[in-house]
């Protein structure tokens, strides 16, 4: 089975530039994460989708940071402008959505997308 | 509102001893509790989780951990390291049923594995 795939894995820009990340979740997996990990921290939610719809981007930075999920499938995160203090791993995870009440659903990651900025 | 501390930031062992991870949650509600596993340059990948039925919780590679609710604890261990245990380990509490947006990281624990 195919795991959550991410694009670019690697990526250094200029403050104040753009840049924007892509990621293909497991097939059938209605909910898309993404996370930021800063170096040395855990990672935290950016916003979460269920199917194309946002379920919260309460801890999203909207002045600077976007995110989309056309069709409930792929989603693209995009940050415009930069800056020094986003160099951080973007991860997307996916889960299945249950059907029934489940406690504790696995979340799968990806490998992430490491953002410099400078 | 829920949290999680790891109470190492890194913990290094020799090959061939066991290995303990410390983490402590605290939570309103009945938690569900995970250990995920980051290796360099790749993603986060589950070793186990607790969802409220056995309290010892066996994951891959031979880990396991024990939710103790009196003392607010799921640590993990491994009776014996392997030099390709050494990443950083996540410790992860969460709390909603159907929505994982609850989902608390701790700040990571990174292990060294000696030869």
């Known amino acids: 089975e195919a795991g959550v795939a991410q694009s670019p894995r690697y990526k250094i820009i200029e403050k104040r530039q753009s840049v924007a990340f892509w990621c293909n979740p497991i097939?059938?997996?209605?909910?898309l994460y993404w996370y930021q990990q800063i170096l040395g921290q855990g990672p935290k939610l950016l916003i979460q989708?269920?199917?194309?719809?946002?379920?919260?981007d309460s801890q999203l930075p909207k002045d600077r940071f976007s995110a989309e999920r056309l069709k409930g499938v792929d989603s693209t995160l995009k940050i415009q402008p930069a800056k020094l203090e986003d160099s951080a791993v973007y991860l997307c995870?996916?889960?299945?959505?249950?059907?029934?009440?489940?406690?504790?659903?696995?979340?799968?990651f990806g490998e992430g997308s490491w953002l410099t900025v400078v | 509102a829920q949290s999680v501390t790891q109470l190492d930031s890194h913990v290094s062992v020799s090959e061939g001893t066991p290995v303990l991870l410390r983490c402590n949650y605290s939570?309103?509600?009945?938690?569900?509790l995970f250990w995920y596993v980051q290796h360099p340059n790749k993603g986060l990948q589950l070793l186990l989780k607790?969802?409220?039925?056995?309290?010892l919780v066996k994951g891959i590679n031979g880990f396991e951990a024990e939710f103790k609710k009196s003392e607010t604890s799921f640590h993990l261990t491994k009776p014996s390291a392997h030099m390709s245990d050494a990443a950083e380990y996540f410790c992860?509490?969460?709390?909603?049923?159907?929505?994982?947006?609850?989902?608390?990281f701790g700040a990571g624990t990174r292990l060294t594995v000696k030869p």
């Open positions: 939570s309103s509600y009945s938690p569900s």
């Open positions: 989708f269920q199917n194309n719809g946002v379920v919260d």
């Open positions: 995870a996916s889960s299945l959505l249950p059907r029934t009440p489940v406690f504790g659903n696995t979340i799968y």
């Open positions: 607790y969802t409220s039925a056995a309290t």
């Open positions: 992860v509490v969460s709390t909603k049923q159907y929505n994982n947006n609850d989902m608390r």
């Open positions: 097939s059938g997996h209605a909910t």
